[in-house]
């Protein structure tokens, strides 16, 4: 089955800073990558996702990158806010190990000090 | 819409107790999970359901942990007898078409074993 591993498990950050967070994958056939970011006693929530039929994807602050061939993706946050303090997961899905059952990472804090 | 619905949000029982949680998806959403997240980590499946089969439930301890979806909505899921490692947050998530664009997750419920 697939075994996705994240890291830094803690990143402190200054607000205005860039934050980068690294997971890689060890199935191959993995195609479909999101990231959810949960505050404390609160829902993960969907924050942006990535197709392995692309390399990267943006949305205003957040972008992904997917690099197949190495098998690990990151998450880039930009111009870093306070609000944006939380624990993101990275997940994969692999279309050979039950179509929709995601492998989530161990999580990443984020903190983000004004 | 109201998203995915879950009930309780908060459980504490004593050991070799019974307990359940409730979820409603979103209305549409076919495919159903329950996933089990320990303090500091990322969810762990439980089960999926498509529709009101269970098609995936190869993580779930059978011995104490049940689940039903009847119908193929609502689904409940209990632990019978329940053990101090039980303690975790129960979350509930749905998606359309097998998850192929992510997953929303409930707000999950929060059991605590003493």
């Known amino acids: 089955g697939e075994n996705v591993e994240q890291h830094p498990s803690t990143l402190s950050v200054q607000e205005g800073d860039s934050a980068v967070i690294k997971c890689t994958y060890s199935?191959?056939?993995?195609?479909?990558f999101p990231w959810y970011k949960q505050e404390l006693g609160k829902r993960p929530q969907l924050i942006i996702d990535?197709?392995?039929?692309?390399g990267e994807k943006k949305d205003q602050r957040i972008a992904v990158t997917l690099n197949k061939t190495a098998k690990h993706f990151s998450l880039h946050i930009t111009e870093t806010q306070p609000e944006d303090s939380a624990v993101y997961f990275c997940a994969a899905s692999s279309a050979t190990d039950s179509w929709g059952k995601f492998q989530f990472g161990a999580g990443t804090q984020v903190v983000v000090t004004p | 819409e109201a998203g995915v619905v879950q009930s309780p949000r908060y459980k504490i029982i004593e050991k070799k107790q019974p307990v359940a949680f409730w979820c409603n998806p979103i209305s549409g959403h076919n495919t159903l999970y329950w996933y089990r997240q320990n303090l500091g980590q990322g969810p762990e499946l439980l089960i999926r359901y498509e529709n009101e089969e269970a098609v995936d439930d190869s993580q779930l301890p059978k011995d104490r942990f049940s689940a039903e979806r009847l119908k193929g909505v609502d689904s409940t899921l209990k632990i019978q007898p329940a053990e101090l490692g039980d303690s975790a947050v129960y979350l509930c998530?749905?998606?359309?078409?097998?998850?192929?664009?992510?997953?929303?997750f409930g707000s999950g419920t929060r059991l605590t074993v003493v």
């Open positions: 990535i197709r392995s039929n692309v």
């Open positions: 998530a749905s998606s359309a078409r097998q998850g192929l664009y992510g997953y929303t």
């Open positions: 199935d191959s056939a993995s195609n479909y």
